[in-house]
């Protein structure tokens, strides 16, 4: 049986859309480091479901305190991608 959050397609395609958000993000970024244009990063490859999933399940008050790979919650939780390339550009 599945899980309530997983009988909702629209649920579904919204964590589908911020994993492949992440997944793109981080393609971006990875390409920006590797040119010199970004500083240290790093790739969240393949770990999108984690960040992603753990945002789903905070409530709207808990704290999130991003330390590494953790883009997906980031933007899940309203973080854009600019502000995340300002972060890792050290501005």
């Given at each position: 049986m599945l899980p309530e959050f997983a009988r909702?397609?629209?649920a579904l395609r919204r964590l589908y859309r911020a994993m492949?958000?992440?997944?793109?993000?981080?393609?971006?970024?990875l390409t920006l480091q590797r040119t010199g244009r970004l500083g240290t990063y790093p790739s969240s490859l393949g770990q999108e479901a984690v960040a992603v999933g753990l945002a789903d399940a905070m409530r709207a008050a808990d704290v999130l305190v991003p330390s590494f790979r953790e883009h997906g919650a980031q933007l899940l939780r309203g973080v854009t991608a600019t502000e995340l390339f300002l972060y890792w550009g050290g501005d």
């Open positions: 909702d397609p629209s492949t958000l992440t997944r793109v993000f981080d393609a971006r970024a």
